[in-house]
């Protein structure tokens, strides 16, 4: 039995047996593959990358292969393998205690990365994963060793009222969901709806900060500067215009969602208290070496010169990390994702 769940219909609880049906409107769900469909549509999100359908961590953690692809440059797997551990492993830390014998709600859960890698360690009564893709909450089912006790797997489209009660949930997670939603603010009111007074949200978006790093902005002043040199200012004008958009998403939402929008930290604060809740932690996280990175560059260049580059590397992006993540004032919001531990 799951709890925390509602009909998506008519908000009235629902009786799992050989099936699972609401108790009042009647309405039968089916189950596939040990998951459950709260939608009737075929729902999935266009902006979310096909490859990530067939998705596997610990596939890719074992084999060193990726979307089907063996990785086997050192420095390659030292960014990958990081960038699948760092995010969970640093924000889990702090959240992680806190699930124990809890009621956990992961909001497009994905392919439940956070479960094997944080989750389940901490023994919470039950982890419910919520995402609009089947095949990837299949692969969550999977990972978690197929579902069985008190593991839930449910098809649902995030753009409608989540089907779960008020006041419900313990410790909610919504990793990196935000910035694939219509109506983010919206699904923001609902968390905040389902939340139990005094439980915590764990919630991400990247962080505005992507768009600031040199390689990004010195692309954009040289594109500027040469259409001003040929005397081009309406495309000088143009640029300029559509780097303000990156850095302020918000205020063009449904554009923005194409690239994948990161909100600037004092927006996303904003979002977040308008909606109800109190922050307690806010930070963010470098969490991946970002193609054309110079040291990434670097460290392939040795790497090709048969250095064996990998584990320092490593060290180094780490390091980087750590120093992020213990808040120094400069680096606190030079990070690319950040997130907010947040109370209701
Ligand atoms: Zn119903």
Known sequence: MI????????????????????????????????????????????????????YDLKDFLQNKRIFGKTITSGVDYAVK????????????????????????????SGASPYLSTSISKHKPASYTALDAQFELLRVGRKN??????????????????????????????CMEVLEHVDTPQKLLADLFRILKPGGVALISIPNVAIYLYPHKLLR????????????NFKKARQTFQDYKKHISPETCWQEALEWHPGLRPKIFRRWLTDAG???????????????????????????NHSFNVA?????FINTVNNFMFAGYPVFKWAGIRQFAICKK
């Open 3 to 54: 709890q925390m769940l509602r009909c998506p219909k008519c908000y009235s609880a629902l009786t799992i047996a050989s099936q699972v049906m609401c108790d009042s409107c009647k309405q039968v769900y089916f189950v596939h593959d040990g998951v459950l469909f709260l939608t009737d549509a075929a729902t999935s999100d266009p902006r979310s990358p096909t490859e990530f359908m067939t």
């Open 81 to 108: 393998e990081h960038s699948l551990h760092i995010f969970p492993d640093k924000m889990l830390s702090a959240i992680g205690p806190l699930c124990a014998g809890k009621h956990i709600l992961d909001v497009g």
């Open 144 to 173: 978690s060793g197929g579902g069985g006790g008190e593991n839930h797997f449910v098809k649902y489209d995030l753009a409608c009222a989540l089907p779960v009660f008020d006041n419900s949930v313990d410790v909610l997670l």
């Open 220 to 231: 954009c002043i040289l594109s500027i500067a040469k259409s001003m040199v040929f005397l």
């Open 277 to 303: 809740f109190s922050i307690q932690r806010h930070n963010t996280l470098v969490y991946y070496a970002v193609d054309g990175d110079p040291i990434y560059k670097l460290a392939k260049w040795l790497e």
């Open 311 to 315: 584990s320092l590397y490593r060290k």
